[in-house]
């Protein structure tokens, strides 16, 4: 053994375990005896694995059956160090085979031993072994009570056991067994007690057995045999036959008072029967008071023991256990006298007297009776008699009945000791006010028409026309009839949807006098209000059914919410009166008719009935009806209101009662309390929502008395709620009518929005059903009817006598359901659609003809879970017959991938896809199973609901059964059999019966599964499972998919997580998103989850281009209009399930138009058309080229149609209103007021608009909703890092703050922000839905308070120079239209550009105009031209340099990045301004903000917004010219100038002309359409131009001019236009159309007298010069504008004006040459754009900057520049600047020799948009990149690819200017031409010639443009060098280099010049080494930093051609 203890030193593992084994098989000898075992043991425990140790002790422990081969002392030693469940279940299954006595001591000492250091896990083990406590249990626990020590310890645990009943119903989890334990532990309980070993033990711990045993015998008492099933799964024998609990529980109370010496007890309960008491639940309370009174005669100290643990149990509360110990408790205080208990009893039971059950409070009242035995508990009471008084105003009648008891023996008891006994007085006048019978009359009137209204108003799908405006319809006529009411004495009892119920409550003394009085109610009413006009054209009529008699008056409810309605004859009467009547009729009933004094009225008898029709009523006079009046007030038992004399029963405040207060609020719904305790106004409570209503009708039996029909109500109504608050329902009203008794139950209402609430109200209605026929014995049948949809959720009523109800159209169906329905769960189809339920949970019911309702729809009726979902249902999803599932490629991609592994290599995979709910999961699913069965797999394809979750194995099942076939099996024997069938040969038929309970058969249960323990049976059960699954999967290779896995219930996951790591098996699963779920997954899901094989997919949301297409699949058609594509992708957000509801609900609304594909049907030019998407027309042209293109269909809108206004599906609003709804009230308000505002609103606007609000409060709700992502700050955090940059020679940097600094500075900013911050909805959907929710009236309110708030800020920002989008627009308009906007809108800001132009007037007067370009006029010299342009530009540059900086932020749009804020105002500002006119009905100020808007996005350069807003203004001139109205001339003006500028920036120049010179024509200004026209007209300007130079008006405009400002303004911008449209144009006549436009500017620029105007004519006019190359008028209008610019304000324009000229300065200088002075404004220009965020503008500044800078081969700076325009022209639709972007990339790599972009990108983008309309209007920068391709090709030598680009080049080159872009390209392609001769001359091609004078030509041609852009000059003279060398005119050549060398040296051009220097180098000296570099990088340049500077250096070498003839003369001889 010494080298065994070297060995385990030595830690050497395999040898270790190897001896440890063999020690234990050793023979026993006496050597062995004396070794150290106990250092041996701990040496191999400390080198053992917990697994190895395990085994080693089970092999010693199975070893000491043969007692030759064992040592207990080792085996001792080992049991203490390792697991005690372990070792027990060990002991346990080995204990019976060990027969040696020596063997079985030492198992005795050991498990002694254990138990008396682990006595919690020793019995805990040992009761999980055998729960039933069989012979090898009883052997054992006898072993361990032997010993008084242990047996203490055991009893303990066994109690400790019994307290922590009672568990769950169910485990949680099936490996979850710790709720067998107190039923084992009765089991062990009862076994000790029949057998003690030592009596005294039990003795000692009788009080807490006896408790425990009570309690155990009371929750056993119920247990179903079911339910013991489940608790004992593990141990029954057979599930049939559960043995009793309860008899084992008593059997053991009765032997513990045997123990104890109490025998007598026990045989006392036994005489009177109580033990029989205990056996069946409904007896068990009768059997614990029995036992307690049994109990008295214990001895006392037992009782006060038993006393004080009832007290101290009852002060926890135990929900469980407090009925019991209640009733124990109070017959022991009631039987014994315990003075001393007293003080501890009182406020004990006081305590308990507000709990809920009824039968606990009987006890509590009954207990507090008992101490009032004693005079002193009497006294003590005394002081709680004012909760007494309080309870006497409860709704419960058996508290006020108790509590009336108390008091009266309260008194009554002090009385006898000298009391005052007027106190017996105070109660007895007290009894009357709790009399719920009384005498009055009641008046039921019902508004005759209200159903056609209502089903009018439905049919609407506009916001303008809903259940609001349905209301405010009622409530107007109900409020003048109720003021009626009320004025008579009458009292509002209930509103019921169009009809009030009165009470008259007086003695019955007084029935005369009143039936009189209202008598004369009903006269004036009719006379007065018997007819109501509507709006729609219908009529209202009011008809009233009156009766009269005793009545009685029901609270029903608990404690939470209450409810009270009025019982009696009369109440049935009043009914069947009303229901007599016709419109405008009045009905007595014959009890009333009785009553009344006949004599005074004519009535004519109702045939059939004993009610009568009242044709006539005595009329009184004034004094009859006041006297009448008063006798009646007199007799009332409740004091009139002073606020309002007619008023009899006052209205009560919540604050100055607080008492009264806790009581009304019962009465009031939980969502609308929370909105008053949240201090919202009254107003705010009234929503329109969707809804789910149930209308529930009670039908009581023939024979049925009062007291029972109260007790069934009051028993409905707890059941009902009970039911409903789960899923957050409510009961609203309960009424006593001719349904019997109703009662309307609704889901949804404001803060109870669930996302299943469909499902909820389903599921609710069919418990109902079912509960209330069951539990409730006087109710012979229930109906139920359904409906979802919008309603009317609010305040309705008079305004002293309101309620809030709900009302509708789909409630008023639900109630004829209901009718017409009876006995039956019935639905509509809204609610079928809404609970996505397979169609197996319903069945269709027949039409039936409903009042009021025309047509109902599809009925159906609820039937619940059947039997076919119970054994598997298929996908209920259809696959698409239009084509495979869009935008889940990458998921279909995964599911093959992984299919195609599992079938090669059988690798087992689980594919998860989670997504939002109607992200298209079951799609998916449906999609993927298609293609497994395509791939020759079988699919087992399944769908859950939640239903799932409450059955055990019902997943499993399902899944099982479809695989095996069992779903077509209709009973238990055809299971059977097809299970013997399909599992003949896996299993064992003895083993059948484990799969009962999976699959409800009964095969019978076999000896061998009968004698397994319960985990055996679980092993045997997971093991069958294996096999059944790998059978399925080997032999049919079978593709699980669950859809809804989320549904599994928990049992199933176990064992599918047991399976599924065993068997190789693909199965496809779909959850939706932990966040829409209910509940959350057990451990078992979560574990397969996580496995390596699973795979986890989120599935995003659709593009707008799968959308679209989704849409047009759903539709069958290859079109859409672009207003629905619009509303489909927003309000979709990329989701299937809501693009399926917007379809589904337009198409419900005939919204839509269908018409066939025309063959040749062409797609116009239109302005509809400009958005086409990509998407359309691909669709359009597959169509078309397909043979079934003949058949398919393009959908329209149907043209009264306006989709913007069109309301939210219910579906959609639903899920947006379950969100909002799990919001604090606060929240929910500041949600709805910002949904008034739009999707991006200002923080300073929503404080505003919200009524009484505080800054903090606002502060804390926006914060949390950000928290939530409900919403975000816009650009919170770039904008913080702005401000947080110091500035510059601050001397601290922000690393030296402070943190308190830090701090302080981190506050103000929130503060900051949350003053005047930009907020936006993250979810757009939430937003509508919310702002939906607004009746309308409130919601046209708030519109006009936002309006006229927000006008202030309605112009452009400072930068940009302030005034309106639309130059003038107030001005057009008038004062009239001025006055309607309620705000003085002549504000400073407003006014900045007409002081501007006060401010420059009297300096223009004193310029001198350009001089005319007439040679007499005295033309100035060209270099004092270009020395004014240059110094101009200087000065601007120092102007420039001390500008102030431009202002980051505004005032208003604080928050917002840029310096610029007009993208802010107009989606902050101008949007909501034209949204909230809209809405308030004011279509001028729509339009007018509508052009504004389209302005400030074309401002901002967004032509989409533009455009989606001016067809928002042509629907609604549409709309206007149809009410007869008419818009302005001047708005129509815009509205044609603005569609214009839209089509020319989008490509479509003819019809931007047509459209801008229509509207030309409405601004006065027409622009000439022929030749000749045009002609006249420019000569008619010039002489204008000319006169005006003459006669300049020397007077400051005043308001006459003013007037004209707009239109001046609006001309000029449609001539600017005109002048760039034409200038695309090559031919002549458009080119002097083109000057005519430019000069036609001129010209009403200087008409209206604006500075900053006239100065950038005149810049546009010289640009026009250019682009025709006249290069005098181009320098003569260029210096003009300079020259103004130095004299005017240049800056009292804002910075756009500014930037501009900044801009054409640049560009001037560019062009004239000098390139420092260029980059030295570009980079000033630049600047001023990165401040107003104008990319179209800084795209023209950079792409100058660039080409100056290139120039001068500042390369660093070129590539700064482009990174910088590369990131403005990023966005899809910069094409233009995209192309520009690309031009300078080709420049790169022709001339400089280093890339940005690869010529395969630039080539690439060529391609792919030279098509683009946009670009192929740009014909400049098209021929730039056309002939740089073709250059590159051309030094490359690769002539194929050279010709194409080559040829468009030239095709273009016609249609180009002059300007500075063309120029550059031409000299590209002279380039070209240049290449080709040097071919074709090598080539000795006939050609030759002819390249040669096309290039010669060329050459002059491109000199000629050159004169506007003389920056360019030297490279035409390099490349005329280049020709004449060719040629052989070396002279010439030499020349042309001397004069581009010179050229070069003048403007600065480094880049020419050194290529000129190479070539002279190369021609004249034949050195050309820096030129072949140029050939040998391309064409894979380096990138700049990666670039050596020779390369930079390199250039094309322009060769001279190779003549093949032996002529050197490389001349061409002509």
Not at 146 to 154: I, L, Q, S
Not at 946 to 957: G, I, P, T
Not at 1826 to 1833: D, E, G, I, V
Not at 1902 to 1907: A, G, P, T
Request: with cysteine; aromatic share 8%; glycine share 6%.
């Amino acid at each position: 053994m010494s080298v065994v203890e070297l060995v385990l030193e030595g830690k050497k593992s395999i040898l270790l375990h190897t001896c440890f084994r063999s020690v234990f098989l050793l023979p026993a000898k006496e050597d062995m005896k004396n070794l150290d075992t106990c250092l041996y043991s701990k040496l191999f425990v400390k080198n053992l694995q917990p697994s190895e140790g395990i085994d080693v002790i089970v092999t010693a422990i199975e070893g000491m059956r043969n007692c030759s081969n064992y040592s207990t002392v080792v085996a001792a030693h080992m049991l203490n160090m390792f697991v005690v469940p372990r070792i027990m279940r060990c002991l346990y299954r080995n204990l019976s085979y060990v027969r040696e006595l020596s063997a079985r001591v030492t198992l005795n000492n050991i498990l002694c031993q254990l138990c008396c250091s682990n006595p919690d896990e020793v019995t805990v083990s040992l009761l999980y072994c055998s729960p039933l406590c069989n012979s090898i249990a009883t052997t054992m626990w006898k072993v361990l009570l032997d010993k008084p020590a242990v047996a203490k310890d055991m009893l303990q645990e066994l109690l400790s056991l019994l307290e922590q009943w009672p568990l769950r119903k169910q485990p949680t989890s099936e490996r979850d067994n710790s709720c067998i334990l107190p039923l084992a532990a009765t089991r062990a309980l009862h076994m000790i007690i029949q057998e003690p070993d030592d009596p005294q033990v039990l003795k000692a711990f009788f009080p807490q057995l006896f408790l425990a045993l009570l309690f155990q015998i009371v929750f056993t008492a119920g247990f179903t045999c079911q339910e013991a099933n489940v608790f004992l799964r593990e141990c029954l024998w057979d599930g049939s036959h559960a043995p009793s609990h309860v008899r084992c529980a008593m059997e053991a109370m009765k032997g513990l008072f045997h123990c104890a010496g109490y025998r007598h007890v026990a045989l006392a309960v036994e005489r009177n029967g109580g033990w029989e008491l205990f056996l069946r639940a409904e007896t068990s309370q009768k059997g614990v008071s029995m036992l307690a009174r049994a109990m008295r005669r214990a001895p006392r100290h037992l009782c006060h023991w038993i006393f004080h643990q009832l007290a101290r149990l009852l002060s926890r509360e135990d929900q469980f256990r407090q009925r019991p110990a209640m009733a124990f408790f109070v017959e022991l205080l009631d039987g014994l006298d315990l003075a001393e208990m007293d003080d501890a009893a009182l406020p004990l039971l006081w305590r308990y007297t507000q709990t809920e059950g009824l039968e606990l409070r009987r006890l509590v009242f009954r207990g507090l009776l008992s101490l009032l035995k004693r005079l002193e508990m009497a006294r003590k009471m005394q002081s709680l008699l004012p909760d007494m008084v309080e309870w006497l105003q409860d709704a419960r009648r058996d508290v006020r009945a108790g509590s009336l008891l108390l008091l009266r023996n309260i008194l009554s008891y002090l009385d006898q000791k000298g009391s005052n006994p007027i106190a017996l007085q105070v109660v007895e006048r007290l009894l009357p006010r709790f009399d719920d019978n009384f005498h009055g009359v009641l008046l039921f009137a019902d508004v005759s028409g209200f159903t056609a209204l209502t089903e009018k108003f439905s049919q609407s799908v506009s916001l303008e026309r809903g259940a609001d405006e349905l209301t405010q319809t009622l409530n107007d006529y109900m409020g003048d009839i109720v003021e009626e009411l009320l004025g008579f004495g009458g009292d509002i009892l209930k509103f019921a949807g169009d009809a009030v119920l009165v009470l008259w409550r007086v003695r019955e003394t007084q029935l005369r006098d009143t039936i009189s009085l209202v008598l004369q109610c009903c006269r004036q009413i009719q006379e007065k209000y018997s007819v109501r006009d509507t709006d729609v054209g219908l009529k209202l009529r009011l008809k009233i059914g009156i009766s009269a008699g005793h009545m009685s008056l029901l609270t029903v409810g608990d404690r939470k919410e209450q409810h009270f309605l009025i019982l009696g004859k009369a109440v049935g009467e009043v009914w069947q009166a009303q229901n007599l009547a016709s419109a405008s009729d009045v009905i007595l009933s014959a009890s009333y008719w009785e009553l009344c004094n006949q004599s005074q009225v004519k009535s004519k008898r109702v045939k059939g009935q004993g009610a009568v029709k009242v044709t006539g009523v005595q009329r009184m006079s004034v004094s009859e009806r006041e006297d009448l009046f008063s006798k009646f007030t007199r007799a009332q038992l409740n004091c009139r209101s002073p606020e309002m004399p007619g008023v009899l029963r006052p209205a009560v405040t919540l604050a100055p009662h607080r008492a009264q207060g806790k009581v009304l609020r019962k009465y009031i719904p939980a969502s609308v309390l929370r909105k008053i305790d949240d201090r919202q106004p009254l107003a705010c409570l009234s929503e329109l929502r969707p809804v789910t209503c149930l209308f529930v009708k009670l039908q009581f039996a023939a024979k049925v008395n009062l007291t029972q029909i109260c007790k069934a109500i009051q028993d409905s109504s707890v059941l009902i709620s009970e039911i409903l608050r789960p899923h957050k329902g409510e009961i609203n009203k309960i009424s006593m009518f001719d349904k019997g008794c109703t009662l309307l139950c609704v889901f949804g209402l404001p803060g109870g929005k669930l996302p299943c609430e469909s499902v909820c109200a389903l599921e609710s209605a069919i418990k109902i059903s079912t509960a209330c026929s069951r539990r409730l014995g006087k109710i012979e049948a229930v109906s139920v009817g359904v409906t979802s949809g919008t309603a009317f959720c609010g305040v309705v009523g008079h305004r002293v006598r309101h309620e809030y109800t709900v009302m509708g159209q789909k409630v008023n169906l639900a109630a004829r359901l209901m009718e017409h329905y009876p006995g039956l769960v019935s639905c509509d189809a809204a609610t079928y659609a809404a609970s996505r339920l397979p169609q197996s949970y319903f069945k269709e019911l027949p039409k039936a003809q409903m009042k009021g309702v025309g047509d109902p729809g599809t009925v159906y009726q609820y039937l619940g879970m059947s039997q076919k979902l119970i054994f598997g249902m298929d996908l209920t999803e259809e696959r698409s017959e239009y084509g495979p599932l869009l935008g889940r490629e990458k998921e279909i991609a995964l599911f093959e991938s992984a299919l195609k592994a599992y079938r090669t290599c059988h690798e087992s995979s689980i594919l998860a896809f989670e997504g939002v709910l109607g992200s298209g999961k079951s799609h998916l699913l449906t999609e993927l199973a298609s293609l497994g069965q395509a791939a020759g797999h079988r699919v087992v394809a399944v769908e859950l609901t939640e239903l799932n979750l409450k059955q055990v194995y019902s997943a499993l099942r399902m899944v099982l059964a479809m695989a095996l076939g069992l779903q077509a099996c209709q009973s238990c024997s055809a299971r059977q059999l097809v299970l013997q069938t399909k599992l003949q040969g896996l299993m064992a038929e003895s083993s059948y019966c484990l799969l009962n309970d999976v699959f409800l058969v009964k095969f019978p249960l076999s000896t061998a599964v009968s004698q397994m323990s319960g985990t055996q049976r679980q092993m045997e059960l997971e093991l069958v499972l294996k096999k059944v699954l790998q059978k399925t999967v080997e032999e049919d290779g079978v593709v699980f998919v669950i859809d809804n896995a989320h549904c599994i219930d928990s049992p199933s996951w176990s064992l599918m997580r047991s399976v599924l790591r065993d068997v190789s098996i693909f199965v496809v699963m779909s959850f939706t998103a932990s966040h829409c779920r209910r509940q959350r997954l057990c451990q078992a899901a979560v574990d397969i989850l996580k496995l390596q094989k699973t795979s986890c997919v989120r599935l995003g949301e659709l593009k707008p281009s799968a959308v679209v297409q989704k849409a047009c699949q759903a539709l069958g058609v290859v079109s859409l209009p672009q207003d629905l594509e619009t509303l489909l992708t927003q309000r979709s957000y990329g989701i299937p399930y809501y693009c399926e509801e917007l379809l589904r609900y337009l198409l419900g609304h005939d919204m839509l138009l269908f018409h066939p594909l025309g063959k040749d049907e062409k797609r116009e030019d239109k302005w509809e058309s400009l958005f086409t998407s990509v998407t359309e027309a691909s669709t359009i042209a597959a169509a078309r080229s397909s043979s079934a293109g003949k058949d398919r269909r393009v959908c329209t809108m149907r043209p009264d149609v306006t989709l913007q206004n069109t309301v939210l599906p219910p579906a959609l609003k639903g899920i947006a209103l379950a969100q909002l709804d799990s919001m604090k009230p606060s929240e929910q308000m500041v949600l709805k007021c910002a949904a008034i505002l739009g999707p991006l609103f200002s923080t300073e606007l929503l404080f505003h608009i919200l009524p009484g609000w505080s800054r903090a409060k606002l502060n804390k709700a926006l914060n949390a909703l950000v928290r939530c992502n409900i919403l975000k700050w816009l650009n919170a955090a770039k904008g913080a890092e702005e401000s947080s940059v110091p500035t510059e020679g601050s001397g601290t940097s922000l690393e030296e703050e402070s943190d308190a600094q830090k701090s302080s500075v981190e506050e103000s900013k929130q503060r900051a922000r949350l003053e005047s911050g930009v907020l936006a909805f993250c979810a757009p959907l939430l937003q509508e839905a919310a702002y939906e929710l607004w009746p309308k009236g409130q919601r046209v309110a708030l519109h006009h308070k936002c309006a006229a708030f927000l006008e202030r800020h309605a112009h452009k920002c400072q930068c940009c120079g302030g005034g309106d989008f639309v130059a003038f627009h107030r001005l057009a308009l008038g004062s009239t239209q001025e006055a309607e906007s309620g705000e003085e809108h002549g504000s400073d800001c407003y006014w900045r550009s007409w002081e501007a132009s006060l401010a420059t007037s009297e300096e223009m007067k004193s310029d001198e105009l350009p001089a005319s370009t007439d040679a007499s006029s005295g033309v100035p010299k060209e270099k004092s031209c270009l020395e004014e342009i240059f110094r101009a530009a200087k000065r601007f540059l120092a102007k420039t340099e001390w500008m102030p900086k431009v202002p980051s932020k505004t005032h208003w749009t604080q928050g917002v990045e840029c310096s610029c804020s007009c993208k802010a105002i107009v989606d902050l500002v101008l949007v909501p301004l034209a949204q909230h006119y809209m809405a308030v009905g004011n279509d001028a100020r729509a339009f007018y903000y509508l052009l504004e808007g389209a302005a400030a996005y074309l401002h901002v350069s967004d032509n989409y917004l533009a455009f989606r807003n001016l067809q928002k203004a042509e629907v609604l001139r549409t709309l206007v010219a149809k009410k007869g109205n008419a818009l302005a001339c001047f708005e129509e003006a815009t509205l044609l100038s603005l569609k214009g500028e839209v089509c020319y920036h989008m490509g479509q120049t003819e019809l931007a002309k047509t459209t801008i010179r229509k509207a030309l024509s409405l601004l006065k200004r027409k622009f000439p359409t022929t030749s000749t026209g045009a002609a006249l007209q420019l000569v008619l300007e010039k002489s204008e131009h000319a006169s005006r130079k003459k006669n300049r008006d020397c007077s400051v405009p005043q308001e006459a001019g003013r007037q004209r400002l707009p239109w001046l303004f609006r001309q000029s911008h449609c001539l600017s236009l005109l002048r760039q449209l034409f200038s695309l144009e090559s031919a002549a006549g458009s080119r002097r159309l083109s000057r005519l436009a430019a000069l036609m500017k001129v010209n009403t620029a200087e008409e209206s007298e604006d500075a900053s105007h006239v100065l950038l004519s005149y810049l546009e006019y010289a640009l026009c010069c250019q682009n025709l190359g006249c290069r005098e008028e181009w320098l003569q209008y260029g210096r003009a504008a300079v020259q103004l610019s130095a004299e005017v304000q240049l800056f009292g324009g804002g910075v756009l004006n500014t930037a501009s000229f900044a801009q054409a300065l640049s560009h001037l200088t560019l062009s004239l040459g000098n390139l420092p002075l260029s980059v030295d404004v570009g980079y000033r220009a630049e600047r001023l754009c990165m401040e107003l965020q104008k990319p179209d503008l800084g795209c023209v500044v950079l792409r100058t900057l660039f080409t100056a800078l290139f120039l001068q081969m500042r390369y660093p700076e070129c590539e700064a520049v482009l990174r910088r325009l590369e990131e403005q022209v990023s966005g899809a639709d910069e094409i233009v600047g995209q192309a520009c972007f690309f031009c300078c990339c080709l420049d790169l790599l022709l001339d400089a020799g280093w890339q940005y972009k690869s010529f395969e990108e630039c080539r690439r983008f060529v391609e792919q948009n030279e098509a683009n309309c946009l670009l192929q209007a740009q014909s400049s920068i098209l021929l730039g990149l056309y002939s740089s391709l073709a250059l590159w090709f051309a030094r490359l030598g690769q002539w194929d690819n050279f010709q194409k680009p080559f040829e468009k080049a030239k095709r273009l080159l016609k249609s180009t200017g002059a300007c500075l872009v063309a120029s550059q390209a031409c000299s590209r392609l002279l380039e070209c031409h240049s290449l080709v001769l040097k071919k074709d001359m090598e080539h000795g091609s006939w050609r030759a010639r002819e390249s040669c004078r096309r290039a010669l030509r060329l050459a002059e041609e491109v000199f000629s443009r050159c004169s506007t852009s003389p920056v360019f000059y030297p490279r035409v003279y390099h490349l005329k060098a280049y020709i004449f060398l060719m040629l052989g005119n070396e002279e010439q050549s030499l020349l042309c280099l001397n004069q581009g060398l010179q050229a070069c040296e003048d403007h600065g051009n480094l880049l020419e010049k050194t290529w000129l220097e190479m070539s002279t180098e190369c021609w004249f000296t034949g050195k050309g080494r820096l030129g072949d570099l140029w050939l040998k990088t391309a064409p894979h340049f380096p990138h700049l930093n990666q670039a050596k500077p020779e390369v930079c250096s390199s250039r094309y070498l322009l060769k001279l051609p190779a003549l093949q003839r032996e002529d050197s003369s490389p001349g061409i001889k002509f």
